[in-house]
């Protein structure tokens, strides 16, 4: 079984402020930093350091050789980049004083895929293999179409959510993990068990992850529903908390792990990276997050 996450490389540029900037604002910015980043290049990186052999696929620009080098350097297979004459994306990260973010992007290179290079990439992978996708590449309907007819376990994170998710056949996914706002638009559903119970009612073989902030998170099937309580940390920037949980759950899952045991592990891991500033290089190691594991506290 083979792990491919065919994903967004992003170049994220942070600034630091002391409340996210409203409508007509102008706030002077305490510190600028560039880090790595990228929905995509992040739970790359989660995965791989949670002790997963994970393959990329994506497209970076003339200017993001440094992201391909982080993939590798953090023991991702970068076989499947492909650089193309374009901008790399971009994202622009405003962290508050309080570790909240605000965030947009420039596509740039990852709207850059084509059917040939998804069928080039996919040609290389088979039955029973996990396919995890984000929402900030093109080509995405196309992608788990092939995927599925290929007998791929699909993993969709709708993020960020937009119009394009409507148009995937959800019955062709294994997982999907979305946080409260992303439930909330795709059910029409304001609380979390409702919509819960809407995935349950029209996709009964979808597996569900929800996250739920400060909250914890929960996992529901066709069998149980798990609830899993957020641990108490200082939060200094939250930008890769859910990429990080994302990467940790799966690879716990492929470990063959409960449930209830991959909840717990991916909450600590997201705990730590919340604790540190940036994206990918806030991801901590599957050591790390082990010996962390007992002495965490719930909120």
């Known amino acids: ?27 002077t910015s305490n510190s600028m930093q560039v880090f790595p980043g990228g929905k ?16 990329h696929a ?4 003339t200017d993001g050789e440094m992201l391909a080098d982080v993939l590798e350097s953090n023991g991702v297979d970068i076989s499947n980049i492909k650089k193309v004459d374009e901008k790399t994306g971009h994202a622009i990260i405003q962290v508050s004083s309080k570790g909240d973010n605000s965030i947009f992007l420039y596509s740039g290179s990852n709207a850059k895929i084509t059917e040939e290079f ?25 992608i788990v179409e092939k995927a599925y007819e290929k007998g791929m376990c699909i993993i969709l994170n709708p993020s960020p959510y937009n119009d394009k998710i409507k148009k995937i056949d959800f019955n062709m996914l294994s997982y999907i993990i979305l946080n409260e706002v992303e439930m909330s638009e795709l059910t029409q559903c304001d609380n979390p068990k409702d919509g819960l119970k809407y995935f349950s009612k029209n996709y009964p073989k979808l597996k569900i992850v929800l996250t739920l902030g400060s909250e914890g998170c929960m996992y529901s099937d066709t069998e149980k529903i798990v609830f899993q309580p957020s641990f108490k940390v200082n939060a200094v920037d939250t930008t890769a908390a859910g990429d990080t949980f994302t990467g940790y759950f799966f690879a716990q899952i492929a ?20 604790s540190r500033k940036g994206a990918s290089v806030s991801i901590p190691m599957l050591n790390e997050v082990l010996a962390a594991e007992n002495s965490f506290q719930s909120s």
């Not at 967004?8 to 604002?25: K, P, Q, T």
């Not at 994506?58 to 620009?61: L, T």
Request: charged letters at 20%; one cysteine or more.
């Open 1 to 27: 079984m083979k792990i491919l996450n065919f994903g967004s490389c992003n170049i994220d540029f942070v600034y630091n402020l002391d409340h996210i900037v409203a409508i007509g604002e102008t706030e």
């Open 40 to 55: 995509g290049l992040n739970q790359s990186v989660a995965l791989a350091k949670a002790g997963m052999e994970v393959y």
């Open 58 to 61: 994506g497209c970076i620009g």
């Open 118 to 142: 998804v069928d080039e990439v996919l040609d290389k992978f088979h039955k029973g293999d996990i396919l995890l996708l984000q929402n900030e590449i093109n080509m995405i309907g196309y």
């Open 255 to 274: 470990m063959g792990n409960t449930v209830e045991k991959s909840l717990k592990i991916a909450s600590v891991a997201s705990a730590i990276a919340v």
